[in-house]
């Protein structure tokens, strides 16, 4: 696969990401870095130019876990303005479209974290429940989460307005 779906746009960045939900009960599995220890993040990542969205969060999923998880649905569509907060996209503004993939995780689902982030800072893994005091992102997860339905819904997140 080629590169990463990001694209220098004036000032700022565009990016095509995938994310994960992978829940147990009501827990979800989320993503963390020391580096920015505030704040917890969804599995996933960026699609890279030829894959699909669906190919993108699996391989995502296994890059961050270990494990080859199979895409049950989408369930949500982000479209999101915000500020860098990594060494390579520090202050810049980001208008990122994400795709939210509910995955089917077996019973015997082991996750083991070998992965880093793109300033090379090693990520772990941990288990929240969807009511943690912690700051995590997509916000959204915080509420949308605790009602599941069978469509996909689109969800507009904005910095800029802040």
């Not at 147990?24 to 990542?45: C, D, F, H, Q, T």
């Not at 939210?100 to 077996?106: A, H, I, L, Q, T």
């Not at 929240?128 to 916000?139: F, H």
């Amino acid at each position: 696969m080629s590169k990463d779906m990001t694209v220098p746009c004036d000032e700022g960045l565009i990016n095509i990401r995938v994310g994960a939900i992978i829940m147990r009960g009501n827990k979800i599995l989320m993503v963390g870095n020391k580096a920015r220890p505030e704040y917890l993040y969804s599995v996933g990542g960026r699609i890279k130019f030829g894959e699909t969205s669906e190919e993108a969060v699996v391989r995502e999923v296994f890059e961050e876990t270990g494990v080859k998880l199979e895409v049950e649905r989408l369930g949500f569509i982000n479209e999101n303005y915000f500020y860098g907060d990594a060494p390579g996209n520090l202050d810049k503004l980001i208008y990122e479209i994400s795709y939210y993939f509910y995955m089917k995780v077996p019973e015997d689902f082991e996750p083991i974290c070998m992965s880093q982030t793109e300033d090379d800072q090693n990520e772990f893994l941990r288990w929240i429940d969807l009511d943690d005091p912690m700051k995590y992102y997509p916000e959204f997860f915080r509420t949308e989460l605790k009602q599941p339905w069978d469509g996909v819904k689109k969800i507009l997140a904005d910095e800029r307005r802040r």
